[in-house]
């Protein structure tokens, strides 16, 4: 996900983007749009050195691009001949296009058809009907977990012979939160930068719609859903029923002011997000996306509805018995994730950051282990990536899957080989199926409509504070498919100047 420009602007930007957010089985439009494919003429050395002097123009026709690191790479797919080259072994910061390594590495070790799966367990004895202790949720990355997907426990647990459970429904405790090096910490308490946990629930986010009240200086309304409420003190939240408190200490603004809510993590109250700041007198509700301090307590609140919901009693009372006597963990009800070729689409075109981390940790896992490390992971994508023809001690530093820490760097040249390895191999048709498309699907939607660039561009998208990138494959109106990687990083100027550059640079290369 792409991070907020400046803490004031959130508000607004949060209003568009908390609709995707969480990304839950997306849709894919353009399904039956025809894909890049590596057919028409050859290219000849003329016609190359034309596109080079036009991709030379583009970049040089915005002023935001003057100061600039900008580097370019792309090529043939047929024989692999260079079409454009800029900079191409420097590091960039990939953001957001670091998620097509993670990507491609899951796809190969782990294969189209894996799936997260997500356990229920019993490890006490079941007495009458009655869990002596607690039900526990043991997850391995299925962060889109969702209602539907719990709405089976209770149906599950009565085929298991429960229907009440003594003491209450938990997280696995050996399931720890953990944030990336290079995370900045103004990014915590926004949905995309939610912990990277084994357990979650609907992207580990939820949204607060935060209203105004009729005069400056009165207090705002907000709800929040999926489910909860929000205080305006800490010591009003009941921090079970959602497993964590939201406090509103917001206020209606002036009339017409500008947008300046925002979202604070206290450092001393670990179970709490505030929402601070003011919102005009008269304006349209705004919608923040928040991310759950603790998306396995978050999942167990969740499932716990769920079964209160379908009827199974939890905690009402303890029964008059021994101590409880420990058995062999049982499962009861067990949930398996879409398939991974579904879920690179629910990463890649809202890109999902958590989703990502998740799959991270899925290739470090070693089988039958669902779940492994951030560490193993990218120790995995290294070597990994040098039998592809990365030089992992030149221009790369994994450090994350995301593309969220500041830390990540990679060359165009070694996105390009990515996609390439992409290209050539057995899974081009899922990884095409699951890029955004220009003016069509995904984080290019809004963009280029109207341009000879749009349905052409199968690409990722990444965006940070002084970052924009774009990789994927374009296909050009005379020699069929090119792979192309442009990333840019220090830029400072107007974003609408970088999007125009990009669109002039795209146009050039699908037209010649």
């Known amino acids: 996900m792409n991070r907020r420009a400046a803490p004031v602007a959130f508000g607004l930007a949060a209003l568009a983007l908390a609709c995707a957010a969480p990304a839950l089985a997306v ?10 494919v590596a057919t028409g003429e050859p290219w000849t050395d003329a016609q190359i050195a034309s596109l080079d002097a036009n991709l030379d123009i583009a970049i040089a ?7 600039a690191h900008v580097g370019a790479y792309a090529i043939d797919p047929r024989d692999g001949r260079v079409l454009y080259e800029r900079n191409q072994d420097d590091a960039f910061q990939p953001a957001s ?3 097509l390594v993670v990507g491609s590495a899951a796809l190969d070790k782990l294969g189209p058809a894996f799936r997260f799966r997500t356990d229920a367990t019993v490890d006490n004895a079941v007495v009458n009907g009655v869990v002596r202790g607690d039900l526990t949720l043991h997850g391995s990355g299925d962060v889109l977990l969702d209602r539907a997907a719990l709405a089976t426990l209770p149906a599950a647990l009565r085929a298991a012979s429960i229907d009440q459970i003594e003491r209450d429904v938990v997280a696995d405790p050996l399931d720890p939160l953990e944030y990336r090096p290079g995370w900045e910490l103004d990014d915590l308490p926004w949905y995309y930068a939610a912990p990277v946990t084994a357990l979650g629930y609907e992207d580990d986010a939820v949204t607060v719609t935060v209203t105004p009240g009729a005069q ?5 309304t907000a709800s929040v859903q999926p489910w909860g409420s929000a205080v305006r003190a800490a010591r009003a939240c009941a921090p079970r029923e959602l497993s964590f408190c939201i406090v509103v200490t917001a206020t209606t603004g002036a009339a017409n002011a500008p947008a300046a ?3 604070l993590r206290p450092r001393d109250r670990p179970d ?3 929402v601070v700041g003011t919102i005009a007198a008269g304006a349209k509700a705004e919608v923040l996306a928040l991310a759950v301090p603790s998306p396995p307590r978050f999942a167990a609140a969740a499932a716990r509805r769920a079964l209160l919901a379908g009827g199974v009693r939890i905690g009402e009372r303890e029964l008059d018995a021994p101590p409880h006597d420990a058995v062999p963990a049982r499962v009861v009800w067990s949930h398996d994730s879409e398939p991974l070729s579904d879920l690179l689409a629910d990463m890649w075109l809202p890109s999902d950051n958590l989703l990502a981390e998740a799959l991270l940790h899925a290739v470090g896992a070693e089988p039958p282990a669902l779940r492994g490390s951030s560490e193993a ?10 039998k592809l023809g990365v030089d992992p001690a030149a221009g790369l530093d994994l450090v994350d899957g995301s593309g969220l820490s500041a830390y990540d760097r990679i060359t165009p040249r070694d996105l390009v080989l990515v996609l390439r390895h992409d290209w050539d191999g057995p899974n081009r048709d899922v990884v095409l199926d699951a890029l955004p498309i220009a003016g069509v699907r995904g984080t290019l939607r809004a963009q280029f409509h109207g341009t000879s660039v749009e349905r052409h561009v199968f690409a990722k998208t990444g965006s940070l504070s002084h970052v924009a990138t774009l990789a994927g494959y374009a296909t050009t109106e005379k020699h069929g498919a090119v792979i192309f990687a442009l990333q840019v990083d220090d830029w400072i100027g107007e974003r609408s ?3 125009d550059a990009r669109e002039r640079f795209l146009t050039q290369l699908v037209e010649d």
């Open 61 to 67: 026709g915005s002023k935001t691009l003057a100061g």
């Open 261 to 263: 809510l925002d979202a």
């Open 216 to 220: 400056p200086g009165d207090p705002v």
């Open 272 to 274: 709490e997000v505030d």
């Open 377 to 386: 992971g990218i120790a995995w994508e290294k070597a990994w990536l040098a």
């Open 27 to 36: 849709d894919r439009p353009g399904s039956d749009l025809p894909k890049p």
């Open 497 to 499: 100047d970088l999007t």
């Open 97 to 99: 296009t670091l998620k």
